[in-house]
């Protein structure tokens, strides 16, 4: 399946649906009843641009370890371009991420070898001694499949 954008332009662009599996450290998530992801994909020239969308409507199996997504079959990251870090302050960002769930967030995604992406999210969230802004990887321990939430992403990753 293929989507159609709608700039007006002589030759508009045509993004492509592909799979998208969500993996883990050790065990991978199960997203609950209803739970959904939806992916597209375009390619411009050296760049993949990639819309995700995942949706867990009720509460699913959290699985274990941090979560990774990834990329449609038959491309590869550059790595020279977005070189793969140990946690955000070191690798390459990706894209923006939007989160909804008992505490709205916002984030960010970076490569996770070449053919791999991880999400690191951000919120708000009032505790004792005031608001904080916490941050961590998606994973089992961080807006979990075992709670509902709906992530958005929008990345745009150099290839090979």
Do not use: E
Not at 54 to 76: C, M, R
Not at 78 to 105: E, K, Q
Not at 113 to 128: E, I, V
């Amino acid at each position: 399946m293929s989507i159609q954008n709608n700039i007006n332009a002589p030759n508009p662009l045509i993004w492509t649906s592909f799979t998208t599996t969500i993996s883990a450290q050790t065990t991978a998530p199960t997203l609950g009843t209803g739970g959904s992801i939806t992916s597209y994909y375009l390619q411009h020239g050296k760049r993949l641009f990639i819309s995700l969308n995942v949706s867990n409507p009720a509460v699913g199996s959290s699985g274990d370890g941090i979560y990774s997504l990834n990329l449609p079959p038959g491309y590869t990251i550059d790595s020279t371009a977005a070189p793969v870090g140990s946690g955000y302050a070191f690798a390459s960002c990706l894209g923006p991420v939007y989160v909804v769930a008992n505490r709205h967030g916002v984030g960010s995604s970076f490569p996770l070898g070449t053919t791999s992406y991880y999400l690191y999210l951000y919120n708000s969230a009032p505790y004792s001694g005031g608001p904080f802004v916490l941050s961590y990887y998606w994973a089992s321990s961080w807006y979990s499949a075992g709670q509902t939430f709906v992530i958005s992403a929008n990345l745009s990753i150099p290839i090979l």
